[in-house]
Protein backbone atom coordinates (compact mmCIF):
# COMPACT_ATOMS: atom_id res chain seq x y z
CA UNK A 1 0.00 0.00 0.00
CA UNK A 2 1.38 3.14 -1.28
CA UNK A 3 1.38 6.56 0.92
CA UNK A 4 1.94 10.16 0.31
CA UNK A 5 4.07 12.27 3.08
CA UNK A 6 2.36 15.95 3.65
CA UNK A 7 4.59 18.49 5.39
CA UNK A 8 1.82 21.07 6.92
CA UNK A 9 3.39 24.12 7.66
CA UNK A 10 1.44 26.41 10.54
CA UNK A 11 1.83 29.94 10.48
CA UNK A 12 0.65 31.93 13.69
CA UNK A 13 0.89 32.63 17.05
CA UNK A 14 2.75 30.60 19.11
CA UNK A 15 0.10 29.89 21.28
CA UNK A 16 -2.11 28.86 19.39
CA UNK A 17 -0.05 26.14 17.46
CA UNK A 18 -1.37 23.13 19.23
CA UNK A 19 -4.84 24.15 18.63
CA UNK A 20 -4.52 24.47 14.75
CA UNK A 21 -2.81 21.16 14.69
CA UNK A 22 -5.53 20.03 16.69
CA UNK A 23 -7.91 21.41 14.29
CA UNK A 24 -5.78 20.28 11.25
CA UNK A 25 -5.48 16.79 11.76
CA UNK A 26 -9.69 16.79 12.10
CA UNK A 27 -10.35 18.64 8.96
CA UNK A 28 -7.03 16.52 7.06
CA UNK A 29 -9.05 13.55 8.41
CA UNK A 30 -11.92 14.39 6.49
CA UNK A 31 -9.89 14.34 3.34
CA UNK A 32 -8.85 11.06 3.68
CA UNK A 33 -5.82 10.90 6.06
CA UNK A 34 -4.93 8.09 8.49
CA UNK A 35 -2.52 9.36 10.71
CA UNK A 36 -0.19 12.94 11.36
CA UNK A 37 3.12 12.93 13.31
CA UNK A 38 3.37 16.21 15.35
CA UNK A 39 6.74 18.76 14.16
CA UNK A 40 8.42 21.54 15.02
CA UNK A 41 6.64 23.48 11.84
CA UNK A 42 2.83 22.25 12.13
CA UNK A 43 2.03 18.16 11.35
CA UNK A 44 3.54 15.58 9.21
CA UNK A 45 0.40 13.56 7.55
CA UNK A 46 -0.06 10.15 5.33
CA UNK A 47 -2.88 9.03 3.15
CA UNK A 48 -2.72 6.65 0.55
CA UNK A 49 -1.74 7.86 -2.90
CA UNK A 50 -4.93 5.98 -4.28
CA UNK A 51 -7.51 7.99 -1.81
CA UNK A 52 -5.17 11.34 -1.67
CA UNK A 53 -7.16 14.09 -3.67
CA UNK A 54 -5.34 17.69 -3.64
CA UNK A 55 -8.50 19.75 -4.49
CA UNK A 56 -10.32 18.12 -2.08
CA UNK A 57 -8.00 19.10 0.44
CA UNK A 58 -7.35 22.38 -1.02
CA UNK A 59 -11.25 23.01 -0.60
CA UNK A 60 -10.97 21.74 3.04
CA UNK A 61 -8.47 23.80 4.13
CA UNK A 62 -10.08 26.90 2.75
CA UNK A 63 -12.24 27.31 5.30
CA UNK A 64 -9.76 26.46 8.38
CA UNK A 65 -11.47 28.19 11.12
CA UNK A 66 -8.51 30.24 12.96
CA UNK A 67 -8.10 33.25 10.83
CA UNK A 68 -4.89 34.30 12.28
CA UNK A 69 -3.33 31.10 11.42
CA UNK A 70 -1.94 30.27 7.86
CA UNK A 71 -1.33 26.47 6.63
CA UNK A 72 0.34 25.47 3.78
CA UNK A 73 1.84 22.09 2.56
CA UNK A 74 4.59 19.89 0.31
CA UNK A 75 3.24 16.33 -0.78
CA UNK A 76 6.00 13.74 -1.03
CA UNK A 77 5.83 10.20 -1.76
CA UNK A 78 6.09 8.63 1.87
CA UNK A 79 9.12 6.21 1.81
CA UNK A 80 8.20 2.14 1.67
CA UNK A 81 8.93 1.60 5.36
CA UNK A 82 7.34 0.89 8.81
CA UNK A 83 7.16 5.12 9.45
CA UNK A 84 5.54 4.40 12.67
CA UNK A 85 8.32 2.22 13.94
CA UNK A 86 10.26 4.47 16.46
CA UNK A 87 6.68 4.99 17.99
CA UNK A 88 6.29 1.57 18.37
CA UNK A 89 9.92 0.78 19.72
CA UNK A 90 9.18 3.41 21.91
CA UNK A 91 5.78 2.49 23.06
CA UNK A 92 3.46 4.30 25.44
CA UNK A 93 2.79 4.70 29.38
CA UNK A 94 -0.02 2.53 30.86
CA UNK A 95 -3.60 4.88 30.72
CA UNK A 96 -6.04 4.44 33.15
CA UNK A 97 -9.54 4.93 32.32
CA UNK A 98 -11.52 6.30 35.16
CA UNK A 99 -10.64 3.75 37.60
CA UNK A 100 -12.10 0.61 34.85
CA UNK A 101 -9.54 -0.27 32.70
CA UNK A 102 -5.66 0.22 32.69
CA UNK A 103 -4.33 0.05 28.89
CA UNK A 104 -0.66 -0.88 29.05
CA UNK A 105 1.98 -1.68 26.15
CA UNK A 106 3.08 -5.04 27.68
CA UNK A 107 6.49 -3.57 28.48
CA UNK A 108 5.84 -0.08 30.68
CA UNK A 109 4.47 -2.09 33.01
CA UNK A 110 5.74 -0.83 36.30
CA UNK A 111 3.59 0.69 38.47
CA UNK A 112 0.08 -1.17 37.01
CA UNK A 113 -2.36 -1.40 39.26
CA UNK A 114 -2.83 -5.05 41.42
CA UNK A 115 -3.91 -7.62 39.14
CA UNK A 116 -7.43 -8.29 39.19
CA UNK A 117 -8.39 -4.60 40.62
CA UNK A 118 -9.54 -3.37 36.80
CA UNK A 119 -9.26 -4.46 33.16
CA UNK A 120 -6.12 -4.70 31.92
CA UNK A 121 -5.85 -4.33 28.33
CA UNK A 122 -2.50 -4.72 26.38
CA UNK A 123 -2.32 -2.98 22.79
CA UNK A 124 0.51 -3.83 20.80
CA UNK A 125 0.33 -1.31 17.68
CA UNK A 126 1.80 -1.86 14.46
CA UNK A 127 0.92 1.01 12.08
CA UNK A 128 -2.89 0.98 13.80
CA UNK A 129 -4.50 3.71 15.66
CA UNK A 130 -6.45 3.83 18.91
CA UNK A 131 -3.76 2.81 22.47
CA UNK A 132 -6.35 5.39 25.15
CA UNK A 133 -3.84 8.22 24.49
CA UNK A 134 -6.11 10.08 22.22
CA UNK A 135 -9.15 12.41 24.56
CA UNK A 136 -11.63 10.58 22.14
CA UNK A 137 -10.56 6.58 23.11
CA UNK A 138 -10.56 7.51 26.48
CA UNK A 139 -14.19 8.77 26.42
CA UNK A 140 -15.17 6.17 23.92
CA UNK A 141 -13.60 3.32 26.63
CA UNK A 142 -15.24 5.22 29.56
CA UNK A 143 -18.30 5.48 28.29
CA UNK A 144 -18.72 1.90 27.04
CA UNK A 145 -17.13 0.39 30.06
CA UNK A 146 -19.84 2.44 32.17
CA UNK A 147 -22.68 -0.14 29.97
CA UNK A 148 -23.58 -3.39 30.98
CA UNK A 149 -22.07 -5.14 28.45
CA UNK A 150 -22.81 -9.06 29.91
CA UNK A 151 -23.63 -11.03 27.08
CA UNK A 152 -24.09 -7.97 23.92
CA UNK A 153 -22.57 -8.31 20.66
CA UNK A 154 -20.42 -5.51 20.19
CA UNK A 155 -19.56 -3.51 16.56
CA UNK A 156 -16.73 -1.25 16.45
CA UNK A 157 -16.58 0.96 13.24
CA UNK A 158 -13.22 1.41 12.06
CA UNK A 159 -11.58 -0.38 14.83
CA UNK A 160 -7.62 0.81 14.47
CA UNK A 161 -6.00 -1.68 17.09
CA UNK A 162 -9.26 -3.00 18.19
CA UNK A 163 -9.07 -2.36 21.53
CA UNK A 164 -12.86 -0.91 21.93
CA UNK A 165 -14.23 -4.16 20.71
CA UNK A 166 -11.46 -6.10 22.88
CA UNK A 167 -12.58 -3.97 25.45
CA UNK A 168 -15.97 -4.81 25.38
CA UNK A 169 -15.16 -8.57 25.15
CA UNK A 170 -12.73 -8.17 28.62
CA UNK A 171 -15.96 -6.77 30.32
CA UNK A 172 -18.62 -9.79 29.33
CA UNK A 173 -19.62 -8.96 25.80
CA UNK A 174 -19.94 -12.02 24.15
CA UNK A 175 -18.95 -11.20 20.72
CA UNK A 176 -17.34 -8.35 18.93
CA UNK A 177 -16.94 -7.61 15.01
CA UNK A 178 -14.33 -4.34 14.22
CA UNK A 179 -13.57 -3.23 10.27
CA UNK A 180 -11.34 -1.11 9.61
CA UNK A 181 -10.37 0.26 5.48
CA UNK A 182 -6.39 0.20 6.69
CA UNK A 183 -4.92 -3.98 5.89
CA UNK A 184 -2.69 -2.66 8.89
CA UNK A 185 -5.35 -2.43 11.54
CA UNK A 186 -7.64 -5.39 11.05
CA UNK A 187 -4.32 -7.34 11.39
CA UNK A 188 -3.22 -5.76 14.32
CA UNK A 189 -6.93 -5.98 15.65
CA UNK A 190 -6.67 -10.01 15.38
CA UNK A 191 -3.11 -9.88 16.70
CA UNK A 192 -4.27 -7.65 19.76
CA UNK A 193 -7.15 -10.39 20.14
CA UNK A 194 -4.67 -12.74 20.33
CA UNK A 195 -2.47 -11.25 23.37
CA UNK A 196 -5.64 -10.34 25.18
CA UNK A 197 -7.07 -13.80 24.82
CA UNK A 198 -10.22 -13.04 22.87
CA UNK A 199 -9.42 -14.23 19.64
CA UNK A 200 -11.86 -16.67 19.27
CA UNK A 201 -15.01 -13.92 20.00
CA UNK A 202 -13.47 -11.69 17.73
CA UNK A 203 -13.86 -10.88 13.74
CA UNK A 204 -11.77 -7.83 12.01
CA UNK A 205 -12.96 -7.47 9.14
CA UNK A 206 -11.13 -5.46 6.28
CA UNK A 207 -13.22 -2.65 4.18
CA UNK A 208 -15.51 0.01 4.93
CA UNK A 209 -19.39 0.89 6.28
CA UNK A 210 -21.10 -1.16 3.00
CA UNK A 211 -19.59 -4.56 3.95
CA UNK A 212 -22.38 -4.53 7.44
CA UNK A 213 -24.76 -5.03 4.37
CA UNK A 214 -23.33 -8.54 4.44
CA UNK A 215 -22.92 -9.48 8.24
CA UNK A 216 -25.52 -10.81 9.13
CA UNK A 217 -28.15 -10.18 12.56
CA UNK A 218 -27.60 -6.97 14.52
CA UNK A 219 -25.86 -5.44 17.36
CA UNK A 220 -26.72 -4.32 20.95
CA UNK A 221 -23.68 -1.74 21.31
CA UNK A 222 -22.14 -0.17 17.83
CA UNK A 223 -19.01 1.71 18.22
CA UNK A 224 -17.56 4.75 16.04
CA UNK A 225 -14.74 6.59 16.55
CA UNK A 226 -14.28 8.36 13.44
CA UNK A 227 -14.38 11.47 11.74
CA UNK A 228 -17.62 14.13 11.54
CA UNK A 229 -17.97 13.07 7.72
CA UNK A 230 -17.57 9.56 7.74
CA UNK A 231 -20.10 9.26 10.78
CA UNK A 232 -23.12 11.15 8.95
CA UNK A 233 -22.44 9.32 5.72
CA UNK A 234 -22.52 6.06 7.70
CA UNK A 235 -25.01 6.18 10.39
CA UNK A 236 -27.63 5.16 8.67
CA UNK A 237 -25.81 1.72 7.75
CA UNK A 238 -25.01 1.63 11.70
CA UNK A 239 -28.46 2.18 12.46
CA UNK A 240 -30.09 -0.79 10.19
CA UNK A 241 -27.61 -2.99 12.22
CA UNK A 242 -29.27 -2.03 15.65
CA UNK A 243 -32.33 -3.52 17.22
CA UNK A 244 -34.80 -1.49 19.60
CA UNK A 245 -32.57 -0.71 23.14
CA UNK A 246 -29.32 -0.84 21.07
CA UNK A 247 -26.68 1.66 21.76
CA UNK A 248 -24.96 3.80 19.69
CA UNK A 249 -21.14 5.30 21.13
CA UNK A 250 -19.99 7.91 18.65
CA UNK A 251 -16.18 10.21 18.95
CA UNK A 252 -13.90 11.13 16.68
CA UNK A 253 -15.52 15.01 16.44
CA UNK A 254 -15.75 18.24 17.69
CA UNK A 255 -18.50 19.61 20.13
CA UNK A 256 -19.17 22.23 17.46
CA UNK A 257 -20.11 19.21 15.25
CA UNK A 258 -22.83 17.97 17.86
CA UNK A 259 -25.76 20.02 16.30
CA UNK A 260 -25.35 17.93 12.92
CA UNK A 261 -24.63 14.60 14.48
CA UNK A 262 -27.60 14.65 16.23
CA UNK A 263 -29.99 15.69 13.72
CA UNK A 264 -29.18 13.02 11.76
CA UNK A 265 -29.19 10.66 14.58
CA UNK A 266 -32.81 11.74 15.42
CA UNK A 267 -33.41 11.17 11.49
CA UNK A 268 -32.96 7.96 12.14
CA UNK A 269 -34.73 7.10 15.11
CA UNK A 270 -31.74 7.52 17.43
CA UNK A 271 -32.29 9.89 20.96
CA UNK A 272 -29.22 11.12 22.57
CA UNK A 273 -28.99 9.67 25.94
CA UNK A 274 -25.44 10.76 27.06
CA UNK A 275 -22.65 13.17 26.23
CA UNK A 276 -18.87 13.88 27.40
CA UNK A 277 -16.66 16.77 26.54
CA UNK A 278 -12.62 16.51 26.93
CA UNK A 279 -10.83 19.74 25.76
CA UNK A 280 -12.80 20.53 22.41
CA UNK A 281 -13.37 16.45 21.49
CA UNK A 282 -16.75 14.97 22.04
CA UNK A 283 -18.46 11.78 22.78
CA UNK A 284 -21.92 11.05 21.95
CA UNK A 285 -24.38 8.15 23.43
CA UNK A 286 -27.72 7.09 21.55
CA UNK A 287 -30.10 4.43 22.13
CA UNK A 288 -32.23 2.98 19.56
Not at 123 to 138: K, N, S, V, Y
Not at 237 to 255: E, N
Amino acid sequence: MKYYEVKFHISGPADMMQDARDILTAMAGEAGFETFEETEEGVTGYVQQALFSQPTLDETLAFFPMDDVKVSYQVAEAEDRDWNEQWEQEGFQPIVIDGLCVVHDGRHIDGLPAEGSLLSIEIDTHLAFGTGTHETTRMMLSALLNLNLEGKRVLDCGCGTGILGIAALMAGAREAVGYDIDEWSTDNARHNAVINRVDSRFTSLLGDASLLDHVEGTFDVVLANINRNILLADMPRFARKMSPGSILLLSGFYTTDKPLLTEQAGKLGLTLTAEQTTSDWMCLQFIR
